[in-house]
């Protein structure tokens, strides 16, 4: 029962051609197609009237209307309206079409707000259409998004026929609606798409209204179904189980110079039950930076290898991989277990080893960036797969990794909290365990904020740290606009501060740096060869360097929460008492200042975390930015959370009492989405 294609019903390639760029190929694609807003011409207000800052219509005759100059070329327009009261109206580009329809002594209906203006009261770039027994519109006018060349009539036209062609009972069942005060989904619909004039603009608007609770329900409604579906065939799916002694994890946890914290053991222990059963794991290790999750990965590697599987280990950027290849090969190393390196920058033929490697058995362990997930590598017998600091992965490559391990054991890890609301949506088919306590021994990080003109003593913190055997991270502006300034300015920062400390040697490392001048000035700092690393936000994730104790970081302002809790993270990893500096640039937004409170004042991942949501929303957390797919249209995560937990209950009962409908909800509902819901 799947929805009806567009191609089967209408005719125009052209017009399928644009729907196509929409996304819209279904009817249903179609009818839940929402307007971003509504213009209301279903009633004219007299300029006596007329609210300020606020949508209206006016009719009104053309009294004057002139081309000036100053201070840019510009169309004015003096309207007057039955009342007598007179209106400017101001185009600041304009066609000579738009000068006929004003010409002097026609009436017209203007479209707009009315605002306090250099000429008194104006509207600015109104909306004209020509008043000549036109008659006024009986629903607000939706306004839908749309593309070039497909008109928002054209657009009405086709989302009505829609509306009027799909079946008009409800496929929910009376009940669910009933318990939840929702109107039906037809007639949910009919009033966003052609609101009566009842209505005002400003109840459309508001998530509040009972028809767009009845969207967002049947939005999260669906995801949540498909949540719980890929969930059940995963406890359905077939995984090796590990039958493991750990009996090498035993003996390299023997030889650590540390004992692991309650924390570090107890995820453990979730973690080595999971890998004992028969399905995969899907098991989410988090914990904030610093906490030792990479012990705990490496531990539980140690056992899968024993039992004679295979190990993958994938890190978001080379610098990270480089750096689990050196930690994993220090610790496995003893073991015998032979380690292959993948990443995009290794030569042809190393790749082509590193390959056979895997694909022979011959190496146990694979280490290195998504090109371990490229379509060529094939491994041997496949046990467990680590991904580390796994939000910076984009969806799709998380899809990818997805297919290919979709019967292997999975341990994904994060130092950004999952906040609740997404840990119950889009995460719903993870399991969490949470180290929460970081190894004993650090001494707090102190986050100061100075003011970029301070620069001067800033530097002289350096030289203190430095003089004191320790070592700094000085981390650049994020130059976003353009990556060519990134690295210019990496590069002068790094001249700069030679200039200034001549005493000391400063490395620097950046993006566009090849992977081998990556890894040499990660090991010369690792080393101590130098003393002070300029470095963009590269270092942003997971590097580990405890004698560096002083973080500088130049216009924070300009970067995210979570970004300045991770690049904070890199300091305090050691026993050293450690300091964050953040520049700041003056003017500051009051945004900025806010966040920067936030940064200052908290040090705990998961509030952050939250504040961040709250700031930029759920896209940063999901790496879904990049890929530009829409995760949820209609629900907010935050505002919806109600609509959400019933979402979730309904979901359990309707796969255990409804198949059919669960079907044929998620048909309508996910007809080219369904991907990306549970990504
Ligand atoms: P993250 O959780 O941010 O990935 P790492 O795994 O890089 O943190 O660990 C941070 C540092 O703490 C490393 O130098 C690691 O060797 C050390 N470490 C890990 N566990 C412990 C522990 N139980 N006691 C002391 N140090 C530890
Ligand atoms: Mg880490």
């Known amino acids: ?74 169309l004015l327009v003096q309207i007057q309206d039955p009342s007598g009261n007179i ?66 009539l054209t657009l009405r036209k086709l989302i009505q026929t829609a509306l009027a062609h799909i079946p008009d009972e409800d496929i929910l069942p009376d009940h669910i609606l009933q318990s939840l005060h929702l109107p039906s989904l037809l ?13 005002t603009i400003r109840d459309l608007h508001n998530g509040a209204l009972p028809a767009w609770q009845r969207l967002k329900f049947d939005e999260l409604l669906a995801q949540q179904l498909s949540m719980r579906l890929a969930r059940q065939k995963r406890l359905t799916g077939q995984a090796a189980a590990i039958q493991s002694q750990h009996q090498w994890a035993t003996a ?34 988090q914990g904030d930076v610093g906490s030792g999750k990479t012990i705990v990965a490496a531990l539980a590697a140690l056992s899968v290898i024993e039992a004679g599987f295979q190990v993958a280990v994938m890190a978001p950027t080379e610098i990270l991989a480089e ?17 292959a390196w993948l990443s995009g920058s290794l030569k042809k033929r190393d790749k082509e080893q590193a390959r056979a490697a895997l694909l022979s058995g011959a190496a146990q362990l694979a280490i290195g960036t998504h090109a371990l997930f490229q379509d060529d590598v094939v491994f041997h017998q496949l046990g467990l ?102 690295l210019q300015t990496a590069v002068d920062t790094q001249i700069e501060l030679q200039a200034a400390l ?60 979570s970004q300045l809790h991770q690049l904070r993270g890199r300091v305090g990893r050691g026993a050293a008492a ?16 806010a966040r920067l409170k936030v940064i200052y004042e908290e040090h705990d991942g998961f509030e952050i975390a939250r504040q961040d949501l709250n700031i930029r929303g759920p896209g940063e957390f999901l790496g879904a930015r990049q890929s530009g797919a829409p995760l949820l249209r209609f629900a907010n995560l935050e505002e919806d959370l109600r609509l959400l937990e019933q979402a979730r209950h309904w979901a359990a009962w309707l796969i255990e009492y409804r198949p059919d409908v669960v079907e044929a909800h998620l048909n309508r509902w996910l007809s080219n989405r369904a991907q990306y819901l549970s990504a």
């Open 252 to 285: 390299l946890l023997a030889q650590l110079p540390f004992a692991l914290t309650m924390a570090q053991q107890r995820v453990l222990a979730d973690i080595r039950t999971d890998l004992a059963q028969t399905h995969p794991m899907h098991r989410l290790l």
């Open 1 to 74: 029962m799947n929805p009806s294609q567009l191609s089967e019903i209408h005719s125009s390639p052209a017009t399928l051609r644009k729907l196509d760029k929409l996304n819209l190929h279904t009817e249903w694609d179609l009818v839940l197609h929402l307007p971003l807003r509504y213009e209301d011409e279903t009633r004219i207000t007299p300029i006596a009237d007329a609210p300020l800052n606020t949508p209206i219509q006016i009719e009104a005759t053309v009294l004057h209307q002139q081309i000036q100059f100053k201070p840019r070329k510009q």
């Open 323 to 339: 750096q689990h290849y050196q930690k994993l090969s220090q610790w496995l190393r003893p073991f015998g277990i032979q380690i």
């Open 578 to 593: 450690s300091s964050c500096i953040l520049l700041f640039g003056e003017p500051l937004s009051e945004l900025a200042k």
């Open 502 to 561: 001549p005493e000391l040697t400063i490395g620097l490392v950046h993006g566009r740096m090849k992977a081998a001048e990556k890894a040499a000035a990660m090991n010369a700092f690792i080393q101590g060869e130098t003393q002070v690393l300029v470095a963009t936000t590269v270092i942003e994730v997971g590097v580990d360097v405890p004698n560096a104790s002083l973080m500088v970081i130049e216009h924070a302002e300009r970067m995210g929460l």
């Open 187 to 199: 007639e949910s619909l009919n009033l966003l798409h052609a609101p009566p004039p009842e209505y």
């Open 385 to 486: 797969v680590i991904v580390d600091e796994q939000h910076r992965f984009g969806v799709g490559q998380r899809l990818a990794l997805k297919n290919k391990g979709h019967d292997v054991h999975q341990l994904m890890m994060s130092a950004t909290p999952i906040p609740r609301t997404l840990a119950m949506s889009f995460f719903a088919d993870l399991d969490v365990s949470a180290i929460d306590e970081l190894p004993p021994g650090r001494t707090p990080i102190k986050t100061r904020l100075v003011n970029q003109i301070r620069r001067r003593e800033v530097e002289g913190l350096v030289r203190h740290a430095c003089a004191q055997g320790r070592q700094a991270y000085w981390v650049c502006p994020l130059i976003e606009e353009s990556e060519t300034l990134q």
């Open 87 to 152: 209106l400017h109206l101001r185009f600041l580009h304009f066609y000579p079409s738009q000068q006929q329809q004003l010409a002097v002594g026609k009436t017209i209906r203007a479209l707009g707000e009315i605002k306090h203006g250099f000429y008194g009261d104006e509207m600015i770039h109104p909306k004209i259409r020509a008043a000549s027994k036109q008659d006024l519109a009986t629903t607000l006018t939706p306004v839908y998004p749309t593309v070039n060349g497909l008109s928002q």
